[in-house]
């Protein structure tokens, strides 16, 4: 598994990243799972060579980090980047976020939420560390508080010992140049998928400008790029409200994932793999976050690393998800 600079900080992470939002379960995505299984899946990824794993407390209101925690007792701590984020809160308010379940979550960015933040994720994760502690959405009002102030508390934390690098998800690009000219920032988080290129117009273009490593997040739109969702599926949960799951919608990129197949069988691999080895061909500081909830999908999904599509094929799989935006 290739593995990139983060920043100045002296890590390097591996191209891919396990992200453990449905490990975490709830009703976002398919209830709980076993805890064995939320082992079993994050050990695997460490196992064939994925050092960094993401987490939140609002991944099902701190189960997520609960599960990592507990992957991280059979791990070798010192060679795990964990990556937790911070600003999405349940037990105190701020502005109105998410709602899951009959529980509402609120965005709150203010130093005095992040310092209880992290102790609570220090807890949860079982460690004294956090390697990459992000910004999980950002600040608006009516409880705004300025980036100055929020990524202040972060450095703070970050001359205390408690974190080691700083990153931000769900940015523009005025908030990139907002953590740049008020302390750092090491790595940036946003949902980058074939279907869902955006982040290509501006925010490519000013991590590469800037050294800052770009994350990309639900690649395989939350498992519909997988092959397995069939033209019937009702979604729920997270996937409910999502544009490609809807009505009309489904159908046309199951129809685009058959075609697909020449391309599985040239590179000898399934389609969750070609989807992830897309984006992993978009660029050298591009990595990706792949969700997974058993150690089978961990072992077919790390195959997109040493997939190299070539430059006809990439061009291709993006001529035909663009199609389906006309
Ligand atoms: N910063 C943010 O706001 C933000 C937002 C979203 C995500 N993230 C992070 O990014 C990570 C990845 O995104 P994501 O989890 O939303 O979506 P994803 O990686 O696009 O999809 C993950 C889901 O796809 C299915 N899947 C994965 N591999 C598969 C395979 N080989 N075969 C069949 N199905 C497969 C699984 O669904 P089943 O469980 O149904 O099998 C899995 O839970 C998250 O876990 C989280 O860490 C961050």
């Not at 050990?43 to 060579?49: P, S």
Request: include cysteine; glycine fraction near 10%.
């Amino acid at each position: 598994m290739n593995k990139i600079k983060l920043g100045t900080t002296g890590m390097e992470v591996s191209k891919m990243g396990l992200g453990t939002w449905a490990i975490g379960g709830g009703p976002a995505w398919n209830g709980d799972l076993e805890t064995q299984t939320c082992i079993d899946t994050i050990c695997k990824a460490v196992e064939v060579g994925i050092n960094l794993i993401d987490t939140a407390p609002g991944y099902n209101f701190g189960n997520s980090e609960v599960m990592v925690g507990k992957a991280l007792e059979h791990l070798d701590r010192d060679k795990v980047i964990v990556e937790t984020k911070c600003g999405i809160v349940w037990d105190r308010k701020g502005s109105l976020f998410n709602k899951v379940g009959d529980r509402q979550l609120y965005k709150n960015l203010t130093p005095d939420s992040i310092y209880e933040e992290i102790d609570k994720s220090l807890e949860r994760l079982g460690t004294d560390h956090v390697d990459i502690y992000m910004t999980h959405w950002q600040s608006v009002e009516p409880c705004f508080t300025p980036i100055s102030e929020t990524l202040g508390a972060l450095m703070d934390l970050k001359r205390q010992g408690k974190i080691c690098a700083i990153g931000a998800a769900n940015v523009n690009v005025d908030h990139i140049r907002d953590y740049l000219e008020h302390g750092e920032l090491d790595i940036v988080q946003g949902k980058y998928s074939i279907l869902d290129r955006a982040v290509e117009e501006e925010l490519v273009p000013i991590c590469k400008e800037n050294g800052i490593v770009l994350q990309a997040y639900s690649p395989l739109e939350q498992g519909l790029l997988t092959g397995t969702i069939t033209k019937d599926y009702v979604p729920t949960g997270a996937r409910a409200n999502k544009k490609w799951y809807q009505k009309g919608n489904l159908e046309r990129v199951v129809d685009m994932l058959e075609e697909w197949r020449p391309l599985c069988e040239k590179y000898g691999c399934g389609i969750p793999t070609l989807a992830l080895a897309w984006v992993l061909a978009q660029g050298d500081h591009v990595t990706l976050l792949s969700g997974a909830t058993s150690a089978d999908q961990v072992e077919q999904n790390v195959r997109a690393a040493d997939v190299r599509l070539s430059e006809e094929d990439v061009a291709w799989m993006r001529e035909k998800a663009e199609s389906l935006d006309r």
